[in-house]
């Protein structure tokens, strides 16, 4: 059974940074393929950056330049860092495992079985 459990989340001021952390206990397969999601109050989850089976990253626009996702896989833990905050990066941040619907891309949640409960992140202008 693949267990996710993010860490990290927190509030901070515009122009700050965070690092967010998940810790994965899913086997081999399972950890090949990961990836960070936010859900901002009153709107749908989106994909935020994700590890391709090839360790490619992926990155949403909006976040391209200021975050970047990693993995130490002998932590089994994959990392998103986050810089130059602002407050629409205001969200519930979940990471993601797990591909098992390979015809979505690594940005749409449909591609993933296997969730985190989620870490907050306040950003305040």
């Known amino acids: 059974e693949v267990q996710l459990v993010e860490s990290g989340g927190g509030s901070v001021q515009a122009g700050g940074s965070l690092r967010l952390s998940c810790v994965n206990s899913?086997?081999?397969?399972?950890?090949?393929?990961m990836g960070w999601f936010r859900q901002p109050p009153g709107k749908e989850r989106e994909g935020v950056a994700a590890?391709?089976?090839?360790?490619?990253?992926a990155y949403a626009e909006s976040v391209k330049g200021r975050f970047t996702i990693s993995k130490d896989n002998a932590k089994n833990t994959l990392y998103l860092d986050m810089n130059s905050l602002n407050p629409e990066d205001t969200a519930m941040y979940y990471c993601?495992?797990?591909?098992?619907?390979?015809?979505?891309?690594?940005?749409?949640?449909?591609?993933?079985?296997?969730w985190g409960q989620g870490t907050q992140v306040t950003v305040s202008s």
């Open positions: 993601t495992a797990g591909c098992l619907q390979t015809e979505f891309s690594s940005l749409d949640a449909q591609r993933y079985g296997y």
């Open positions: 590890l391709e089976v090839d360790g490619r990253p």
């Open positions: 899913g086997d081999g397969f399972h950890t090949d393929c």
